[in-house]
């Protein structure tokens, strides 16, 4: 079962910021936090993952608590393609990144409106 | 750099035929992926192969589904015989190595549907 929990669904303006949020409350100290996003009829798609630190690459900002117990998924300024289901994912068996596979929920379904 | 390709991408057959898929991965990735995934549901692992090896095939359904990666390169996924409950999409991803550190890169996926 994923060790996650998203909210099913969520709105979001054009041109606005997406925060997604994801509960992660039973995670180990060494367990990666990893996002990935699936637009319809499309495979998924790997956005980013962290450990600790706060994470940014040119798709999204990953930011986690300092407990480690939630996570969030920034995209700073959504459009209409960023319309997708969004995996939040704790690598079942995960040490360090070095195992582990991913164990996907049903994610948040993200719909960007113009 | 060219994706992760399957065939056919569309199949639809009745209860008890069989039916293959076929997957090419990214060139030069050891660990490939084999995924069901449910109308409405994430996608679910059901076979990893390292280069031609099985890693993991804890949760495919040997007494029907088969896969093999012979020569640790292109992969055949096959259903004998379907059930109505098989119609998903089949997922296949690669990468460079094993573990979740190593990023995933999908196929578009075969959209089989059982009558």
């Known amino acids: 079962d994923a060790k996650t929990t998203q909210p099913p669904s969520m709105d979001c303006a054009e041109g606005r910021a997406a925060n997604l949020p994801c509960n992660h409350s039973?995670?180990?100290?060494?367990?990666?936090v990893y996002w990935y996003r699936q637009i319809h009829s499309q495979g998924p798609q790997y956005i980013i993952h962290g450990l600790k630190n706060n994470e940014t690459n040119e798709m999204a900002s990953l930011i986690i608590t300092e407990d480690r117990k939630s996570s969030t998924l920034i995209l700073p300024h959504a459009t209409l393609r960023d319309t997708a289901v969004y995996y939040c994912?704790?690598?079942?068996?995960?040490?360090?990144?070095?195992?582990?596979?991913?164990?996907f929920g049903k994610g948040t379904k993200l719909s960007v409106k113009p | 750099e060219a994706g992760v390709a399957q065939s056919p991408r569309y199949k639809i057959i009745e209860k008890r035929q069989s039916v293959a898929f076929w997957c090419n991965p990214i060139?030069?990735?050891?660990?490939l992926y084999w995924y069901q995934q449910i109308l409405g549901q994430g996608p679910k692992l059901l076979i990893q192969?390292?280069?031609?090896?099985?890693?993991?095939d804890s949760q495919l359904p040997k007494d029907r589904f088969s896969a093999e990666r012979l020569k640790g390169v292109d992969s055949t996924l096959k259903i004998q015989p379907a059930k109505l409950e098989d119609s998903a999409v089949y997922l296949c991803?690669?990468?460079?190595?094993?573990?979740?550190?190593?990023?995933?890169?999908f196929g578009p996926g075969t959209r089989l549907t059982v009558l």
């Open positions: 192969f390292q280069n031609n090896g099985v890693v993991d």
């Open positions: 060139s030069g990735h050891a660990t």
């Open positions: 039973t995670i180990s100290g060494n367990e990666y």
């Open positions: 994912i704790v690598p079942v068996g995960d040490y360090g990144g070095s195992q582990g596979n991913l164990i």
């Open positions: 991803a690669s990468s460079f190595s094993s573990g979740s550190y190593n990023e995933q890169f």
